[in-house]
C-alpha cells in the first residue's frame, strides 16, 4: 500500500504561475527593477525557485555575479580572443605539419583555457554562462541521422553559438563569431550542417527561430 505521493505543483493539479508571478515581480520591484508578465514567468520557472530569481534579475538586467562566475566571465575572453587572432593561420599552419605559436595558442585556447573556464561556469552543474543554448541545439539536432554520421560535435556547437549570440541580442559578436567560422569552414548556414529548413521547422523549439534569414541557406 503506498503510503506517501510526492508531486510538483507545475500546473498539473493546481495553476500556480499567477501566484509565481505575483511573488517574483513583488521581489523585483523592491529592488526598482520591472515586473515580467505570466507568460515571462512560464519561461523563467524550473530546476527550483533559485533558478527562477536568477532568471528573472537576468532578464531585468541586473547581473550582480557571484565572484567564481565573474572569474570564469573574464577568463573566457582567453578562449575567444587566441581564436580569433590566431584561429585561421592555426589551421593553416596544422595542415601543413607546422608547430608554430599561432597552433600553440589555439591549442592552450582550446584545450586549457576552456577547462579553466568551465569549472568556474559550471559549478553545481548550472551550465547558464556555458554555451547551454548552444548545446542544446546540438542535442535536438543529433535527432537527423547525418548530425551523428557526418558532423563533429563542436562544429555543430558552433553553429549553435551563432543561434545563442542572435537570441541574446548580441550582433557584434556574433558579427565575429560567423566570420571565424567562414574562415575555418565551420557551419553559417543549415545547408553546411545538411539540414533543410523544413526539418528545422520540425523541432517545436526551433519554430520560433527564424534563422534562415539570418542564416541563409544559400
Known amino acids: 500500500m503506498k503510503k506517501a505521493v510526492i508531486f510538483d505543483l507545475d500546473g498539473t493539479l493546481a495553476d500556480t504561475i499567477a501566484s509565481i508571478t505575483y511573488c517574483g515581480n513583488l521581489a523585483l520591484s523592491r529592488f526598482g527593477l520591472p ?4 507568460e515571462d514567468y512560464k519561461h523563467f520557472v524550473g530546476d527550483g525557485a533559485a533558478m527562477l530569481i536568477r532568471r528573472a534579475l537576468l532578464a531585468a538586467g541586473d547581473e550582480r555575479l557571484e565572484h567564481f562566475t ?6 573566457s575572453h582567453m578562449c575567444r580572443d587566441p581564436l580569433l587572432m590566431y584561429g585561421a593561420k592555426a589551421l593553416e599552419d596544422h595542415k601543413k605539419g607546422l608547430c608554430t605559436y599561432e597552433v600553440e595558442q ?10 579553466i573556464a568551465s569549472i568556474f561556469l559550471t559549478k553545481d552543474f548550472t551550465p547558464d554562462y556555458n554555451s547551454g543554448l548552444a548545446h542544446a541545439v546540438f542535442y535536438a539536432l543529433t535527432s537527423y541521422p547525418v548530425i551523428e554520421e557526418k558532423h563533429l560535435h563542436g562544429e555543430v556547437v558552433g553553429f549553435g553559438v551563432l543561434l545563442l549570440l542572435l537570441v541574446d541580442g548580441q550582433m557584434d559578436e556574433f558579427e565575429k563569431i560567423y566570420q571565424l567560422n567562414k574562415d575555418l569552414k565551420l557551419p553559417v548556414s543549415l545547408e553546411d550542417i545538411e539540414i533543410t529548413e523544413e526539418q528545422w521547422k520540425e523541432r517545436p523549439g526551433f519554430r520560433i527561430c527564424p534563422i534562415s534569414g539570418i542564416i541563409p541557406t544559400r
Open 35 to 38: 515586473s515580467f508578465g505570466e
Open 70 to 75: 565573474s572569474l570564469g566571465v573574464v577568463t
Open 106 to 115: 589555439a591549442v592552450l585556447a582550446i584545450v586549457v583555457t576552456t577547462g
